[in-house]
């Protein structure tokens, strides 16, 4: 029990105990700590134990008398429990004390060691016993607890005996709980102390790790352009070897030649190169051999992709050719020979592609229905006795078409529509046209293609090839297409009589060349200059043509000696149908040239088909005989009509023209 842990051992058989002081490693008193506290050392006094008590009183006498008396309550009730006669409690006390002091006296260096330890908290407590000394308040108290106390009998030992019993397992409970917190402060503690030597050891290792980085940097800062200049990283030497050509594979090129220009200028100048510079050298030549064939490879698998069916050569052009075009200039500089190899596989392919797809396109468009025009449509093509008012036409049977009014063919200039009609629907197209519908399909889709073409070599090739490489190039790849345009162009007008359509063919031609000098595509000036020589010459002979039936036809009306009066009162002063012809003709011929030049052939061939005109009518009043009067009215009626036609047409021409009927007319109306 916890009264014998404080007697210092068990009670003798007669119910005394012997008391000695110091033997208990810990007591039940508080335990007093010094003033000043730290987080990692706890204060103990000498001689005393973690849990021993701190205080001291100055009287050796009444501090044993008072530990001994509240020792030795617990073993002298004890071993009152067990025995039939109460002894008196005041005896008892008397008798502990007594022999507290002569254990004191018996052993005094051990008392002299404990009362040595008196602080100066300890002299200044606080006590106040009412003027009386320990040794007659103990008196005093037990007396006063033998009054109040009365005699106990031996039935109530035992429930007070239960009372202690779990008093002493609550005072145990509390021990063991006080030592274990006691001694998870203590491995606090050292962990504390621990901890914080590992912080300051962190703090020096992070002290010397800054030094070492920040000299680490000035080092860096020092060697790095060196060491860039002298070293290829990993990366860069997988990624050209085995990575995947794409835009970030065509970034490192200019660093390979940047590094292998660098490295052969410390060779040529004559120094002798550091160790370093040679051993990089054989890497940047066999890198920059890699990056030929990887190269090479590519461009030839794109190559062959633009010969595959139904391919679109644009898009290829633009997703795998022009996105690289720092491939062909890196080929091209490190390997000239391969690179004009490269140059003229391309070329092939594409002489090839565009002349297989437009003679495809040309074959569709040659299943589009055309109004044919010949001889019987020229102007002065009629019976040569004018008493019936229709034509004597001996043409073969076909769609009705108008070869001298303009009507809506003009629509195909004015249009802003600028695309080519597709190949399916030109094969599924059920109507009649004009000839210069298939000239302006086929050449809008060459333009189309020309510029775009013009367009890819000029960007991919250069600065690698010079523009007149370029140039030579590209009329290479459209030489054949050229000739297929130009041999359409002759197929359609070689026999025709059309004379506004292949003015309207000249006109369109000169729409494409100025669409092309706002596209910057002079290469294709060439075809559009060749084209022209062979529409302006045939127009020159369709005139000729016309004139040449106007002149026949006048040749074949009768003498004026050869008409009777018979005749010619039968004869009408209504405008010749020759000269409703003549004013559709010239009214499409001013329309389509509104902005046309004094330098064109079409003025000199308006001016003689006009003469031609006027000379027919001047004959052909002959035939009034001395009806004077009804032959200037046949004359005024005719140029009339002719200047009623023309009149709403606009431009330089047909201002001249307007001009010159309205005084032809003025004068036959002044003589009416």
């Known amino acids: 029990m916890w009264l014998d842990r404080l007697s210092g051992g068990p009670s003798s058989a007669s119910g005394q105990s012997t008391l000695q002081p110091g033997s208990r490693s810990y007591s039940p008193l508080p335990r007093r700590t010094s003033s000043t506290l730290s987080p990692y050392v706890t204060s103990q006094r000498a001689g005393h134990s973690p849990r021993s008590s701190s205080l001291s009183l100055v009287s050796n006498d009444s501090s044993t008398s008072l530990l001994s008396s509240q020792r030795t309550n617990g073993p002298s009730l004890r071993h009152t429990y067990t025995n039939l006669n109460v002894p008196d409690s005041l005896g008892t006390l008397e008798r502990l004390l007594k022999d507290s002091k002569e254990a004191s006296d018996v052993d005094d260096e051990k008392y002299e060691a404990r009362t040595s330890c008196v602080l100066e908290a300890d002299l200044e407590l606080d ?14 108290k037990a007396q006063d607890a033998a009054v109040s106390r009365k005699a106990q009998t031996v039935e109530e030992y035992p429930k007070e005996r239960s009372k202690l019993e779990g008093l002493h397992r609550s005072i145990t409970a509390c021990d063991d709980v006080l030592n274990s917190v006691e001694i998870n402060l203590e491995n606090f503690r050292d962990d504390l102390a621990s901890v914080s030597a590992d912080i300051e050891s962190l703090r020096e290792r992070s002290a010397a790790l800054n030094r070492r980085l920040q000299n680490r940097e000035k080092v860096e800062k020092a060697l790095a352009p060196l060491v860039e200049e002298l070293s290829l990283s990993p990366e860069v030497i997988s990624k050209i070897s085995t990575g995947h050509i794409d835009e970030s594979w065509a970034k490192i090129l200019p660093e390979l030649d940047r590094r292998t220009a660098a490295n052969a200028k410390k060779f040529s100048l004559g120094a002798q190169p550091d160790k370093a510079s040679q051993e990089l050298g054989p890497l940047l030549e066999k890198l920059t051999l890699k990056a030929i064939e990887r190269i090479r490879d590519f461009l030839v698998a794109q190559i062959k992709a633009l010969r595959s069916p139904h391919i679109n050569a644009q898009i290829i052009q633009q997703q795998n050719f022009l996105r690289f075009k720092d491939l062909y200039t890196f080929l091209h500089k490190h390997h000239a020979t391969l690179a004009d190899e490269i140059s003229h596989a391309y070329m092939n392919t594409m002489r090839w592609y565009y002349h297989n797809q437009f003679n495809r396109y040309q074959q569709a468009l040659a299943k589009i229905k055309t109004h044919t025009l010949d001889k019987t449509d020229s102007l002065g093509y009629e019976d040569t006795t004018r008493i019936a008012t229709v034509l004597s036409s001996s043409r073969a049977a076909g769609p009705p078409h108008d070869a001298f009014n303009l009507g809506r063919r003009i629509d195909l200039i004015q249009t802003s529509n600028q695309t080519a009609l597709s190949s399916y629907l030109a094969e599924e197209d059920q109507a009649t046209h004009y000839l210069e519908v298939q000239f302006r399909n086929f050449n809008l889709a060459l333009i189309d293609n020309a510029t775009t073409e013009y367009t890819f070599l000029a960007t991919f090739f250069s600065p690698a090839l010079s523009y007149a490489q370029i140039f030579k190039n590209f009329n290479y790849i459209f030489e054949p297409t050229f ?24 006109r369109l031609n000169q729409h494409f060349a100025f669409e092309l000098q706002r596209r910057k595509v002079p290469a294709v000036d060439g075809y559009i200059n060749a084209t022209n020589m062979l529409l302006w010459p045939r127009l020159q002979v369709l005139m000729d043509r016309h004139c040449e039936s106007v002149r026949q036809l006048a040749s074949n009306l009768p003498s004026k000696s050869s008409r009777s009066s018979v005749d010619a009162s039968k004869i009408t002063s209504a405008p010749h149908v020759v000269t409703q012809r003549f004013g559709q003709l010239l009214r499409g011929f001013l329309a389509l040239s509104a902005e046309a030049g004094d330098d064109e052939p079409v003025v000199a061939s308006l001016r003689r088909l006009r003469f031609e005109i006027e000379a027919f009518l001047t004959k052909q009043s002959l035939a009034y005989g001395s009806d004077k009067r009804k032959s200037e009215r046949f004359l005024y009626n005719n140029y009339s009509l002719v200047l009623t036609i023309i009149g709403d047409t606009t431009g330089k021409l047909a201002t001249e023209q307007q001009g010159h009927f309205e005084k032809l007319k003025a004068a036959y109306q002044e003589e009416l």
Not at 127 to 140: C, H, R
Not at 483 to 503: C, K, M, P, Y
């Open 483 to 506: 000739e297929l345009g130009q041999t359409l162009s002759r197929t359609l007008v070689a026999d025709t009589f059309d004379a506004l359509g292949i003015l309207l063919c000249i």
């Open 127 to 140: 006590t106040y016993f009412g003027g009386l000394s320990l040794k007659e308040l103990v008196s005093s």
